[in-house]
């Protein structure tokens, strides 16, 4: 592999002529620089950016942690942050967490070893908190929707509250009033927010919450179909059902096409993340729209704002749901 001491000696120039060439930190005549580019075309130079990192302090890479899953919402904001890096010139090393407190561990270990210059944090482990990050307490951090609420970083958020309650008042505003909710796990902050804001618009619609209606479906396509087979068992089912993700939602009509019901004639459903998936499900789901590429790219921006100010106080940046209605909620059939 070429050096940039190669280059120099087929330039017929110093290391530093060619230095100033690549970063353009001097004035070089058109000479020069045309000899120093002939030579790193022959020998296909390609420069260190490790080496030029070590010397700014800076490798211009971003880490980022994601719980390991099936949900493409991940894999959308995932996109949303590469996007960005591409445009202001920076690389992103990805890791999955699977869910797991020791790999989390290894990877930050792996991020910091590379020097990354941050690191976005989209993990859904219950329990996070301060003490796995405790020995990285240098590299700046954003959480980007998913993570510990407690965590000393800035914190990106979806408004599941405000969601939940969009989601649940559009299927009251169609006259359901024995609505079922199918939630995530129980100590995950996207969970327990979305199951507020339906709890919320339930009792400010002055309707009780029938708590066999309410079933932890693990934010996943199996866990959403059990738990809707498990709502269809009850002597009495809800009319209208609200999933807190795309793909338990997405599960649950595929329970519901195996009982042989209709959706919407029979049942109502709602998702909630709105991921590219949801427009092509039979019917088309409703689902609450979470801006994902918007939410990787402010990622991104309010990392490096981070990582250029690193005592600012630390930021809350909420994210603005909306609904978007499909085919798989109708009116209550009288």
Known sequence: MATIKDVARLARVSTSTVSHVLNKTRFVSPEITGRVQQAIDTLNYTPSALARGLKVNQTRTLGMLVSSSSNPFFAEVVQGVEQRCYELGYSLVLCNTQGDRERLGASLDMLQQKRVDGVIVMCTQAKLNDGAFHRHASLPLVLADWGPVDLDADLIKDSGQQGGRLATGHLLGLGHRRIGCITGPAGQR?????????????????????????????????????????????????????????????????????????????????????????????????????????????????????????????????????????????????
């Open 190 to 334: 996207a969970s327990e927010e979305r199951l507020a804001g339906f709890r919320a618009a339930m009792a400010a619609a002055g309707l009780t919450v029938r708590q066999e209606w309410i079933v932890d479906g693990g934010f996943e396509l199996a866990g959403g179909k059990a738990a809707m087979e498990r709502l269809l068992a009850l002597p009495g089912r809800p009319t209208a059902v609200f999933a807190c993700n795309d793909m338990m939602a997405a599960g649950a009509l595929r329970a519901l096409a195996d009982a042989g019901l209709a959706v919407p004639g029979d049942i109502s459903v709602v998702g909630y993340d709105n991921i590219e998936l949801a427009r092509y499900l039979v019917p088309a789901l409703t689902s609450i729209e979470q801006p994902k590429a918007k939410l990787g790219a402010l990622a991104v921006d309010t990392l490096l704002a981070r990582i250029q100010d690193p005592a600012s106080p630390r930021r809350l940046l909420p994210l603005e749901p909306s609904l978007v209605i499909r085919e798989s909620s109708a009116a209550l059939a009288i």
